[in-house]
DNA sequence: CATAGTAACTTTAAAAATAGAAGTTAGTAA
DNA sequence: TTACTAACTTCTATTTTTAAAGTTACTATG
């Protein structure tokens, strides 16, 4: 299978991935949370290409995660702009970073996050919303649906 | 800047990302917290070219977010397996799936989550262990180290 | 007014990565 | 003996990416 098709899996990870799962696309929206807005911008914090960056920004304008808006017609300048779906994939690139800076870390982490709520510097976690615990991989366990389980099950015979 | 280079930066994310931030390797993830062990099942689910699936193994376990057990000597098989650095990414993997679910999905998740402790279907959530209110990106703001505020300010200038 | 500079791209060509198929190794099962 | 499985590796065609140069539409400087 192609990465042209992950779009059309039943698997929402592989469809979130099919949108946002690449190296380029995390770092320009690394950069969007850092409040970077234009092309040139861009280019010179994430050093991708410029012919990848246009089609990643065009690629993410017509998903709906940023939008470009025009700050001048005469010369013509646009930026981009998170949508509300962009900005929900602070948690992704948040969940990135703490793994990395756990992990691949030296030394001090070169960004810190802090709540604006509480003031405070912090480390987001996950917690279930039911009882408030912090949650980790062997804390949950996932549940296919049926028709999800028929699915793969169907992989595993016939090849 | 070539991927290659991704590895060298002083971002946390980058780092991260030139490890963990492509499609297939984010799948293979998803297919590690739902069971999958065997390289056959990694190919079957994720439907990926085992040329690729075999080098994504190979760097996992390299940087150690897997490992290879053998549970055949005769003849040869291994098993591959999370490691505590391997099951930390589980984070990015449940953002991956909110999202995927939250914006891309067509009805129902395929894949729930079940809080072991509580056990109770749960859509882990991001808070702030301080205060244990609910974050998201509009809640947080990045704080940059000096020597990196340094480093983003230097790419302005030259080029 | 000519030259230099900036922002936001697009084009091109060469290099690298990927996809799909076929092949390999070391067995077990009929 | 033939078929089949698990876990890969090799091969070639296609696609993607990289790096560099070019384009468009201006503004600023001497």
Redesign the interface.
């Known amino acids: ?1 192609s ?1 042209a098709d ?2 059309l899996q ?14 380029w696309t ?2 320009i929206l ?1 950069e969007m ?3 970077t807005r234009r092309f040139d ?1 861009f280019l ?5 290409s410029s012919h990848l960056l246009a089609g990643r920004l065009k690629k993410l304008e017509t998903l709906g995660a940023i939008r470009r808006e025009a700050y001048s017609e005469h010369p013509p300048r646009s930026e981009y702009r ?1 949508t509300t ?1 962009g ?19 030296d030394g ?11 003031g ?26 049926e ?2 389980e028929r699915e ?1 099950q169907a ?2 015979r016939h ?1």
Chains 1, 2 share one sequence.
Do not use: N
């Open positions: 299978m990465r992950l779009p039943s698997c929402s990870i592989a469809r979130a991935v099919a949108q946002v799962g690449d190296e995390i770092l690394r949370f850092l409040g911008d010179r914090q994430t050093r991708m998170l779906m900005r929900d994939l602070w948690p992704v690139i948040i969940a990135l970073k703490q793994w990395g800076d756990c992990w691949l870390g001090d982490a070169p960004v810190q996050i802090v709540h604006k709520g509480c405070r510097l912090t480390k987001p976690q996950i917690t279930c919303p039911d009882c408030g615990q912090v949650m980790g991989a062997r804390d949950a366990k996932a549940e296919l649906t028709s999800y793969r992989a595993w090849t």
